[in-house]
């Protein structure tokens, strides 16, 4: 049997762990399907390219309101597709060719057979066996299929696949009112297609900051047929004809169906009581703030073990992962702190911190600044009506959260992070930097402003 210094299981984030300060080291990658991993493949990336591609579309769509008429000729759907795989599967082509010439790859699903002991179902058939010292779980996560879609038989994609598809549907269903549902109901709506979204909670995106989620769901509505508070309780058809048997009795019907109803970590696919490695109820690795499981010598980072399921968190955790296992005696810590996020969508959200249900509800005392796109420069030229900036500051002038929607959401809610994470309070923030005038982040300046002011 085969023995590693290294094994890391998992090729997303923890193929990037290993560089020159493992030289010597005999390291195993293993890795189920294709190297790289959701991010690259099937997830940020892709969608990101699509979603842009959506909103040139959609830039055109509404040139007319700015005096410029335009019309969309034709959606080249192979040739959009092609451009986003053309470009991303070399990438983690190479990268598998880049570790094949400087170790050992296994192309095939891991499980433990005892401690940091595993065996491989190999891609191309057969099994391999391994023990480590060490072992990272880097196996990420995978899409929740609801039972009436499993059981009925009819075909459905996920996010894994729906971006491959030969042809755009004229009409797509979606079961799911979450991230993943907001972003493709975009980008497929972007290029022409109907889009219909089926999610059980009573509004979209919910957790997120209240005013976003009734502005969200508001615009989605306009753009989409939206049944919240409804369940699937049949799924029947196939082929181009899919259809929805909601709880009230509606029958959606659709030619494709996508499935965005939550991800789980794989946690259940790897046996993990063979090497004594334990999870919690939501099916996390559980880990300590190293990076450390409860087997010794297992290590585990990214979706499989994160509360917080983004890229950003799973490449910090890698580092700080990486760190330990190069620097043994001087452990770094995982930091979650003020971890952002943002929506890829139109509109696009971005946010960071508690939400002011969640200040409520915590019983914090809090000012609320607010400011809407449309009452600064940047979103007349823009006809911007709907965006806006929420900030959330405590009486100290602590910034306890910050909420956009609107344009460049996702890069402007970066300069409220990072005075979060720098503990720059908000009068500090709105009163010595200039603000460009007139750009959009006047929306910032604004809702600061409004936020420490007296009235
Ligand atoms: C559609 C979509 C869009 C997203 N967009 C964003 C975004 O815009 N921004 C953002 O921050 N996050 C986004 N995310 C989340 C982000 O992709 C994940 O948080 C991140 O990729 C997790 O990285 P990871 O390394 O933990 O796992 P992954 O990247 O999922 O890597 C896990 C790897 O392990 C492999 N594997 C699984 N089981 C085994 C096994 N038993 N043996 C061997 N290999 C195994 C898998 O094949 C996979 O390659 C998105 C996710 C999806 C699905
Ligand atoms: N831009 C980003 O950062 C980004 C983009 C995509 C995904 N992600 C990550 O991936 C994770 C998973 O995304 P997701 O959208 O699949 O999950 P999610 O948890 O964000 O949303 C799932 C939604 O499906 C609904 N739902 C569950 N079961 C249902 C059912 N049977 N019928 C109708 N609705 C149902 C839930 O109420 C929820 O609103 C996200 O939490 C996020 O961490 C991030």
Known sequence: MAHHDLAIVGTGSGNMIVDDRFDGLDVAHVEATRFGGTCLNVGCIPTKML??????????????????????????????????????????????????????????????????????????????????????????????????????????????????????????????????????????????????????????????????????????????????????????????DVRLHLDDGTEVRADRLLVAAGRRPNSDRLDLDHAGVDTDDAGRVVVDVHGRTTADGVWALGDISTPHPVKHVANHEAEVVGHNLAHPDELREVDHGFVPAAVFTTPQIGTVGRTEQQCRDEGLEFRVGFHEYADVAFGWAMEEQRGFCKVLVAPDGTLLGAHLLGPQASTMVQQLVQAMVLGVNAQRLADVQYWIHPALTEVLENALRDAVEDD
């Open 51 to 240: 979603a842009y591609t959506a909103e040139v579309a959609e830039t055109v769509r509404a040139a007319s309101s700015y005096g410029v008429d335009a019309r969309i000729e034709r959606i080249r759907w192979s040739d959009i597709r092609d451009r986003v795989f053309a470009r991303l599967d070399p990438i983690g082509d190479e990268g598998r060719d880049y570790r094949r010439d400087h170790g050992t790859v296994y192309d095939g699903t891991a499980r433990f057979t005892g401690p940091r002991a595993m065996t491989v179902d190999l891609a191309d058939g057969g099994t391999a066996e391994f023990t480590a010292d060490r072992i990272v779980l880097a196996v990420g996560g995978r899409p929740v299929v609801p039972p009436p879609v499993a059981d009925s038989g009819v075909p459905f994609h996920t996010s894994d696949t729906i971006m491959r598809i030969d042809e755009l549907p004229d009409h797509l269903a979606i079961i799911g009112g979450g991230y993943i549902a907001a972003e493709f109901a975009h980008v497929f709506g972007g290029l022409g297609c109907e889009v219909t979204i089926v999610e059980s909670a009573d509004t979209l995106l919910g957790g997120m900051d209240e005013t976003v989620v009734e502005r969200f769901t508001d615009a989605a509505r306009e753009r989409f047929t939206v049944h919240t508070g409804r369940t699937v309780e049949k799924v029947t058809g196939g082929g181009g």
